[in-house]
C-alpha cells in the first residue's frame, strides 16, 4: 500500500500546481454550458413533470406521511427538487467525465510522464476512443445500479455506502485504463489491472467516498435547493471536476510508477536468461 500512499501524496502535490487549477476549468466550462443550456429550457418541464407524478400517484401524501414520522415535515417542499437533481445526476456525471477525459486528460498524462517518467517509452496500448468505450460501457451499468439505489437516499449512511462501491469500481475500471492507455501495451495494462487488482479497487474506493460527498452535502443543504437548484447543480459539476482530475492524477502517477516496476521486472528476467 505504500504505493498508493506515495501516488496519492503526489496527486495532492500536482492537484495544487498552477496549471491544474486552470485545467480545471475546461471541462468545468464545457458542462456548465451544456447544463446551463439544458436546465434552461428542461429544468421547469421536469419538475412540473414531477410534481404532477407526485400527485398521480400519490408519492406526496406517502413521502409527507414519512417525513411527518421522522419529525422532518419541514422538508416537504423540496422533495420534488431533490428527486429532479438526483435524477440529473448520473447524466452529469457522465458528462463531466467525458468532459474530462477529452480535454483534461492528455493534458494530466503529459503533465506526470514529461515531469516524473520522461524516459518511459509510449506504447499507445489503447486510445482515446477506447476509453470512450471503456467509459461510456461501465457508465451504462453505473447508471443502472445508480437508480436502483436511489431510495436509499432516504437512509443517508446506506446511500454513501452504494455510491462508494459503485464510484469504486467505475473508478478503477475507467482511471486505470486512461492512465495506462499512452504507456503501456495492452498486454502489459491487463497485467497490471490484474496483479495490481487490489490496491486499484483501494483506490476507487477512496475517490467513490469522494465521489459520493457532493450529492449528500445537496442532501444535507436540502432546503436551499428550492430556491437555488441551479447553483447547488453547478457547485456539485464544479466538484465532480475537481475530484477527477484529484483522481486521474492518482491513477497516473500510480499506474506508471507500476508500468516502469513491470518493465524493470521483465528486464531483469531478460538479462538473467542471457
Not at 78 to 88: G, K, T
Request: with cysteine; aromatic share 12%.
Amino acid at each position: 500500500m505504500r504505493a498508493v500512499a506515495n501516488a496519492y501524496g503526489r496527486a495532492v502535490l500536482s492537484q495544487l500546481h498552477v496549471r491544474m487549477l486552470v485545467l480545471s476549468a475546461m471541462p468545468l466550462v464545457l458542462s456548465l454550458l451544456l447544463w446551463g443550456l439544458l436546465l434552461y429550457f428542461g429544468l421547469q418541464p421536469l419538475l412540473d413533470w414531477l410534481q404532477a407524478n407526485f400527485i398521480d400517484y400519490e408519492i406526496y401524501r406517502t413521502t409527507s406521511d414519512w417525513l411527518d414520522r421522522l419529525h422532518l415535515g419541514f422538508l416537504k417542499t423540496v422533495v420534488v427538487p431533490f428527486f429532479a437533481l438526483l435524477l440529473l445526476l448520473p447524466l452529469m456525471i457522465l458528462s463531466a467525465l467525458l468532459f474530462m477525459n477529452i480535454a483534461a486528460m492528455p493534458f494530466i498524462v503529459r503533465h506526470v510522464s514529461g515531469r516524473h517518467y520522461p524516459k518511459l517509452e509510449q506504447k499507445q496500448g489503447g486510445s482515446m476512443l477506447g476509453g470512450l468505450r471503456a467509459a461510456l460501457s461501465s457508465f451504462a451499468v453505473f447508471i443502472v445500479i445508480w437508480l436502483a439505489t436511489l431510495p436509499l437516499y432516504i437512509f443517508p449512511p446506506l446511500a454513501m455506502i452504494s455510491s462508494t462501491l459503485l464510484w469504486g469500481w467505475l473508478t478503477s475500471r475507467v482511471m486505470s485504463y486512461d492512465a495506462l492507455a499512452d504507456h503501456a501495451s495492452e498486454e502489459e495494462r491487463r497485467t497490471i489491472q490484474r496483479e495490481r487488482r487490489r490496491d486499484l479497487l483501494v483506490m476507487g474506493l477512496v475517490s467513490g467516498a469522494m465521489g459520493a460527498l457532493p450529492p449528500l452535502l445537496m442532501a444535507a443543504s436540502a432546503v436551499a435547493m428550492v430556491i437555488l437548484l441551479p447553483l447547488a447543480l453547478a457547485v456539485m459539476m464544479w466538484l465532480y471536476v475537481l475530484i477527477f482530475i484529484f483522481t486521474a492524477l492518482w491513477f497516473q502517477y500510480y499506474c506508471l510508477e507500476a508500468l516502469a516496476q513491470l518493465r524493470a521486472r521483465e528486464q531483469a528476467i531478460i538479462g538473467e536468461q542471457a
